[in-house]
């Protein structure tokens, strides 16, 4: 996955940005999107993913007539569009890739957000004929940011809290749940966790936990309770979503690696470590090649 600014920069720069240009994506753009959008066919968990740029010509608001976000995106001139199927590990890549694509969007200069409910869904998948299995769990919005925010952006960016994070102590442990990760002790992955808190999420829930266990850092979702929903979440349909979250978030932590130098693999193998809560599930493990742990 080639990228022309770092990747850290690119994780920093990117919002939700939900107010576009009236402006078509340039031809260039789109063709390097689409390039890099090609080459996303299989996850870290090996699953595969298809993917479409819709996008909007000049003089051609047809193209994406009928896609519509229920007026929470202003604008819009473009959406990448994926499916995926629901099974083990599925949403996870579909995430995983996804974000990867947002950030070479992010690259190129585009604004882009997530959509994983205020889109009507059944327009969306018509774009990719869906086989037997396969949901468009997501969608995003892609053009050229406009230079203020509009009155719905900053009420969803209110809504969501979307400029904080939880803190570092809150969701990365040292060898059990309770026992925090202070960020010396993350060493050269420090900057990689950073990143990870960065990471968006569906109505900024965050749900990702990270416990370190020498060479292996393994990622548990923190499922937020549904009971009550609250009407934002049961849109969303929230719990499959926090699937995606965590694809998100393995993303961040190893392209950020990889840049850095770090090698290593997913692989699924629950470590025995005690779940504090019932909400609590394992999802994967980075382990690290050997030579790396410190
Ligand atoms: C999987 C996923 C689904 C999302 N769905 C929506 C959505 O349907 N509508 C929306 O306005 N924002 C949506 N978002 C954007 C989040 O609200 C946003 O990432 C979060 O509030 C943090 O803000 P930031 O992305 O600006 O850092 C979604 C984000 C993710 C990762």
Redesign the pocket.
Known sequence: MNFNQPISSLIRKR??C?TYQDLPIQNSVLAALEDFTDSCLIGPLGNQVRFKIVAAKEGDSASLKGLGTYG?IKNPTGFIIGVSKEESGALEDF?YLMEAILLRATDLGLGN??????FTKSRFARQLSLLDGEITP?VASIGYPADQFTWMDKT??AG?R?HSRLLWENIFFNKEFGNPLHPDEAGIYHESLDLVRLA?????KQPWRVVRDGQNWHFFLQRTTNYPPSVFDFI?NLAD?QR??MG?AMAHFELSARENGLNGKWIVHPPDIPLPNQLTEYSTTWQEDEGYNQ
């Open positions: 919002f939700s939900r929470f995430g957000c997530w959509l994983g409910g205020t997501a969803i960016r969501a979307a968006p999420s569906a109505s900024n969303l979503l995606v979250d998100i």
